[in-house]
């Protein structure tokens, strides 16, 4: 008798960027911030580990809720938190989709136009096909690729189909006319995840393109925010204006809290119920909950982390041009860049040897490129030498 599902034995998990343990290993593979949470985040962490450890934490994180409604000008009701945003992206994958039937994800109990009257009511006088089109929406989840590659794994997980559209060539976002007309993009997708700014592109999107899309959009949009420190523009205001628009953010990156895994989602009170329904009762952890109440107490120390951050982004972005790497206009701490010659793998492998650990993607569409987080200037030194080492000793082979 098989103990595991066929689902879980077939899946393809998502893969985290390694986490080594070796000695001056300049570690520029997971976005992490180089800089370290403010000392009055050490200082509020330290002074809440004592005999309350034996207690479980607010259920609800009311009085993070509050701070960052307080921040954001909106209500509590709008904020839910989670065990850093990957929760709330697995949750809301649960709370928005329908799992398809076994078998093919998302399309054989569509195209076999069995009815699943919980999903889509049906419709007097409606085609077949048009049914079958509604019952395939409601368990599809819909991204951009390349994108956050997490997003088919949770597709994969929850039984739902998946719609991976491509970006445009330089990982713009495609108009809603380009979308219509190109025919793949399905704008009745129960949930779509739109990485803004993208990852592992880097490119930042206007908020007005965003709206347009999200405008077309009749299902759930997350618009994942996990950058946006970094960049020029959010889109915070989509998720306060229309129900169906959710903002997703994370205390990981700009604020240098990876390790107490909190994100948050704002968004319509009524997505926002469904989730809380059907997260765990105490999902997010007490020092989480410490450490991310003092960081908003300390928002001009993040503040100009971010600008340190940015400005060294675009040194070796100018940098690596001038070497002759491919370098996309990034707005987030990390740059994608294509190697001038040999394959982005080996130069993997090359920087590893120096002690420099960047990102590399088997997925066809992004494995010609590197993504290197944006670190401390002297890391990002150290990196550019490593660079420089392995083009002079190896371009004669390559070449
Ligand atoms: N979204 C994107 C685009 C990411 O790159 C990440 C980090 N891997 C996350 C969400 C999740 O971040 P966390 O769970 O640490 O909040």
């Not at 105490?282 to 400005?311: C, H, K």
Request: hydrophobic share 40%; with cysteine; glycine share 8%.
């Amino acid at each position: 008798m098989k103990l595991v599902r066929p689902l879980v034995e077939r899946l393809h998990a998502y893969i985290p960027g390694e986490q080594p343990k070796i000695k001056g290993l300049i570690k520029l593979n997971t976005n992490e911030n180089p800089y370290p949470p403010s000392p009055k985040v050490l200082k509020a962490v330290k002074a809440a580990v004592d005999g309350r450890l034996r207690l479980y934490p607010d259920p609800t994180a009311q009085a993070l809720r509050e701070k960052l409604a307080q921040i954001h000008g909106c209500k509590t009701e709008n904020i839910i938190i989670g065990n850093g945003s990957d929760e709330l992206l697995a949750l809301a994958t649960r709370a928005f989709v329908e799992p398809a039937d076994r078998g093919l994800p998302g399309r054989s109990a569509a195209v076999r136009g069995e009815p699943r009257g919980s999903i889509v009511p049906f419709v007097p006088g409606e085609s077949a096909a048009a049914r079958m089109a509604a019952l395939r929406s409601g368990a599809t989840v819909q991204y951009f690729t390349p994108s956050y590659s997490l997003y088919p794994v949770l597709a994969d997980i929850h039984g739902a189909g998946r719609n991976p559209v491509p970006l445009k060539p330089d990982f713009s976002l495609p108009s809603v006319f380009e979308l219509r007309r190109d025919g793949r993009w399905d704008f009745h997708a129960a949930l779509t995840f739109i990485t803004t700014p993208n990852a592992p592109g880097g490119r930042g999107y206007p908020t007005a393109e965003l709206e347009s899309l999200c405008r077309a959009q009749k299902g759930v949009v997350i618009l994942d925010e996990a950058y946006v420190d970094f960049a020029d523009e959010n889109a915070l205001e989509l998720a306060l204006k229309y129900p169906h628009v959710i903002v997703s953010r994370t205390f990981s990156k700009a604020y240098s809290l990876c390790f107490q895994r909190i994100g948050y989602f704002v968004g319509h009170p009524e997505l926002i119920a469904a989730l809380d329904r059907i997260r765990d009762s105490y999902n997010v952890n007490g020092l989480g909950q410490v450490a991310a109440l003092a960081t908003l107490d300390a928002l001009p120390y993040y503040r100009a982390n971010f600008r340190r951050i940015v400005a060294e982004r675009e040194r070796v972005a100018r940098e690596l041009t001038i070497i002759g790497f491919r370098v996309f206009p990034g707005q987030t701490n990390f740059l994608l860049v294509r190697p001038p010659v040999g394959a982005a793998k080996d130069w993997l492998g090359k920087l590893r040897e120096r002690k420099v650990l960047v990102r590399w993607f088997s997925d066809p569409d992004v494995n010609d490129y590197l993504r290197i987080t944006v670190g401390r200037e002297v890391e990002m030194k150290a990196m550019l030498r490593a660079v420089r080492s392995i083009l002079n000793r190896h371009v004669p082979r390559w070449a």
